[in-house]
């Protein structure tokens, strides 16, 4: 077994990793940039090696930077992660020629599933299905609108080297290829250094399965069932789940037999996932088709050890060191039900824009990743028991990050703060354990996804299991705007808010009674939960909202900013912040406004006045930092609602900018090159 690793990769999966190697008794080494001086993966691992500039393509993506640091340190082997080096050839063919290892699968399997387009070949000699589409080199967009005509739209055009979502756009007719297909270019060769595209078919009604393959060096390969990961946005996975709600055991077996006989094919060991498109229409659950292998660890692995019991990272390890797997297919079990969110830096009120800053606040609802629990845990595990509750967290919730207070998320690097994680015996339980979890989950400084996966783990439709990659899209076509409410949710937050607001007056009283003056808490409030009037009374230990009693058991001081109360048996988590007329609750995936009155002088509120926003439609207003890349017009243009006017990038992926509004362009203030900060003017309608 390997005495040091290195880990070429930052944020949570280098956390992820180190937290596996040091378990198994494995000495560490992080590499990192400018930007991440002071992440916690650095102060976890033993040895930390500076590795260039905050930019990516100046630090991570070096591999002569990275062989560097392993010579420097004694490292023998290496661990990509995801991203970055993970699927580059040339990196593990530079690792073997300095005698390093490399955590992941060989060389000419990488080569063969990191191409698109041949791996496509590739699978259908494997007796794989694949989706139809055309499988070569597309000249220009010309081509590109010819090829799409003859497969039918709508189709998918995909960068040859792409995943992660980028390099992907969907096209229903012509404009969006000859819109898209440049665009699709750019992000292939921004991302990955290869323009090449390919285009197939589009699969309506689609799911989105993929089977988790392990493999060791001698000839012992394995499916470690599947996992749903199709509610998507951008084609950048939100939500994954294992198992599916969908998969039948037969189908479970044919997609894992084929899957394994891809991976056989082209001599394949390590972890790594077979990724299928699974038409939602087909009743028999037999259509399924192959989209890409991705030859490294996936993001959404946790789902699986959950479900399974098994350490990914562990595995990668030992099969790199050269052991045989020690479980056989039949040892493979499905033992309860896991679901992981995606927490994201971006602003899902604002049609999901990317949020960069500093963490001004963050709490997770488990302690944090560089507790020195985790920088002196270096037993080897070996009940299963223990791994289980390793890998499922306390009390069935695991949060994998890779940040801490203070820190930044900048624009450098994806936007994922976290994974949220939970395990429970069935579906439903494990949904409701990630709406508890969200509520308890506390970030401030910048834009956050938390409401809106809430919302989604709510949503009749992803309780019933219906799901396809146009869920979001469909579900929320005008943009979210925070999970409905319900009367009984108002009613809650209502009773909590009189309490608080009562705790926040017996302070002023106490207060002010220094002064000599004696204020009473009223006994009474009108609470406004956004528009809904509610009358909330105190009499001793007692309260009613609406005169009907509520059972409500909450601590409150001053100052706290997490309400953790029970109503009845239920829990409830509110996150509170004081505003310039009362408060602001979060809560079951919405924002809620609350204005408290003493029950007397409530009808005061009647000549309150409500703050107005001004106007801002005419003007083109750089929603997040990023970098100009096209003006779309000129002074003197006319513009039409909904017309791309600019393209700015910011974390890896292009955003267009459209007219909100019919007009003429005024004025232009940013060129095709320029980095804007947030909110910086682009252009102006007349």
Same mark, same amino acid.
């Given at each position: 077994m390997f005495k040091k690793i290195l880990i070429a990769n930052r944020g949570e999966i280098a956390c992820r990793i180190i937290k596996t190697a040091r378990r198994m008794g494995i000495a560490t080494v992080a590499v990192y940039s400018d930007a991440d001086a002071r992440a916690p993966f650095v102060q976890m691992a033993d040895e930390a090696v500076h590795i260039g500039p905050s930019p990516a393509a100046q630090s991570y993506l070096l591999a002569e930077k990275i062989i560097e640091a392993c010579k420097q340190t004694g490292a023998e082997a290496v661990h990509p992660g995801y991203g970055f080096l993970s699927e580059r050839t040339s990196f593990a063919e530079q690792l073997k020629a300095e005698g390093i290892a490399f955590i992941g699968p060989p060389v000419n399997a990488i080569a063969a599933m990191g191409? #698109?387009? =041949?791996? #496509? #070949? +590739?699978?259908?000699?494997?007796?794989?299905? $694949?989706?139809?589409?055309? $499988?070569?080199?597309?000249?220009?967009?010309?081509?590109?609108?010819?090829?799409?005509?003859?497969?039918g739209y709508p189709v998918m055009m995909k960068a040859s080297a792409g995943g992660g979502g980028k390099g992907m756009r969907l096209a229903y007719n012509e404009a969006d290829v000859r819109e898209g297909f440049e665009a699709t270019k750019r992000e292939g060769l921004n991302s990955f250094g290869?323009?090449?595209?390919?285009?197939?078919?589009?699969?309506?009604?689609?799911?989105?399965? &993929?089977?988790?393959?392990?493999?060791?060096?001698?000839?012992?390969?394995?499916?470690?069932?599947?996992?749903?990961?199709?509610?998507?946005?951008?084609?950048?996975?939100?939500?994954? &789940?294992?198992?599916?709600?969908?998969?039948?055991? #037969?189908?479970r077996k044919a997609m894992g037999?084929?899957?394994? /006989?891809?991976?056989?094919?082209? %001599?394949?060991?390590?972890?790594?996932? $077979?990724?299928?498109?699974?038409? %939602?229409?087909?009743?028999?659950?037999?259509?399924?088709?192959?989209? !890409?292998?991705?030859?490294?660890?996936?993001? !959404?692995?946790?789902?699986?050890?959950?479900?399974? %019991?098994?350490?990914?990272?562990?595995?990668?390890?030992?099969?790199?060191?050269g052991e045989k797997l020690a479980m056989t297919q039949d040892d493979i079990k499905i033992d309860g039900w896991a679901i992981e969110n995606r927490v994201y830096a971006e602003d899902p009120y604002r049609g999901f824009l990317p949020s960069t800053g500093r963490l001004t606040r963050y709490r997770s609802p488990t302690r944090h990743p560089c507790e020195d629990g985790d920088r002196i845990d270096s037993g080897v595990t070996t009940d299963q028991q223990e791994m289980d509750s390793r890998l499922r967290g306390n009390d069935g919730v695991r949060v994998d990050d890779?940040?801490?207070?203070?820190?930044?998320?900048?624009?450098?690097?994806?936007?994922?703060?976290?994974?949220?994680?939970?395990? /429970?015996?069935?579906?439903? =339980?494990?949904?409701?354990?990630?709406?508890? /979890?969200?509520?308890?989950?506390?970030? &401030? %400084? +910048?834009?956050?996804?938390?409401?809106?996966?809430?919302?989604?783990?709510?949503?009749?439709?992803?309780?019933?299991?219906?799901?396809?990659?146009?869920?979001?899209? &469909?579900?929320?076509?005008?943009?979210?705007?925070?999970?409905?409410?319900?009367?009984?949710?108002?009613?809650?937050?209502?009773?909590?808010?009189?309490?608080?607001?009562?705790?926040?007056?017996?302070r002023?009283?106490?207060?002010? @009674?220094? +002064? @000599?003056?004696?204020?009473?808490?009223?006994?009474?409030?009108?609470?406004k939960v956004d528009d809904i009037l509610h009358d909330v009374t105190l009499s001793g230990d007692d309260l009613y909202v609406d005169g009907a009693r509520v059972d409500l058991d909450m601590e409150y001081t001053p100052g706290d900013r997490l309400i953790a109360a029970e109503i009845g048996d239920d829990p409830l988590a509110v996150k509170i912040v004081k505003t310039y007329c009362g408060f602001k609750f979060t809560a079951r995936g919405a924002a809620h406004h609350i204005r408290c009155l003493p029950a007397h002088i409530a009808h005061l509120s009647a000549h309150m006045i409500d703050k107005i926003p001004p106007d801002l439609s005419r003007y083109l207003i750089c929603p997040m930092p990023g970098l100009v890349t096209k003006i779309h017009v000129g002074v003197g243009d006319t513009v039409e609602a909904g017309q791309p006017l600019a393209v700015v990038e910011a974390m890896k992926m292009e955003n267009i900018l459209r007219a909100e509004k019919s007009g003429t362009v005024k004025a232009i203030n940013a060129a095709e090159g320029d980095s804007l900060a947030v909110d910086a003017l682009i252009l102006e309608l007349g």
């Open positions: 191409d #698109k387009i =041949e791996s #496509k #070949k +590739l699978a259908m000699a494997a007796g794989v299905n $694949v989706v139809p589409g055309f $499988v070569g080199e597309i000249d220009d967009t010309e081509h590109a609108v010819r090829i799409s005509a003859e497969i290869d323009d090449r595209v390919f285009i197939e078919k589009f699969i309506l009604g689609p799911r989105h399965i &993929e089977i988790q393959i392990l493999g060791d060096q001698h000839g012992n390969i394995l499916y470690l069932n599947e996992r749903e990961c199709s509610i998507q946005r951008r084609h950048q996975k939100v939500v994954e &789940e294992a198992p599916s709600p969908f998969v039948t055991p #037969k189908m037999e084929q899957c394994v /006989a891809l991976a056989r094919a082209v %001599g394949y060991y390590s972890a790594g996932t $077979v990724e299928l498109i699974v038409s %939602g229409a087909d009743p028999s659950g037999e259509s399924f088709y192959f989209l !890409e292998m991705n030859t490294r660890l996936q993001v !959404e692995h946790p789902v699986t050890e959950c479900i399974t %019991g098994i350490d990914l990272v562990e595995q990668m390890i030992r099969v790199a060191a890779g940040v801490m207070e203070g820190g930044e998320v900048s624009l450098f690097y994806d936007p994922m703060i976290a994974k949220l994680i939970t395990w /429970a015996p069935t579906r439903d =339980e494990a949904a409701d354990l990630q709406i508890a /979890a969200l509520d308890r989950f506390e970030i &401030e %400084g +910048l834009g956050h996804n938390i409401d809106f996966v809430s919302a989604i783990m709510q949503h009749p439709r992803f309780r019933s299991g219906a799901l396809t990659t146009g869920f979001i899209a &469909e579900e929320y076509p005008g943009g979210f705007r925070g999970a409905p409410t319900s009367i009984e949710l108002t009613r809650n937050l209502a009773a909590i808010a009189a309490f608080v607001a009562t705790a926040e007056a017996d002023a009283r106490r207060v002010n @009674g220094q +002064l @000599g003056d004696r204020l009473t808490p009223p006994p009474a409030w009108q609470v």
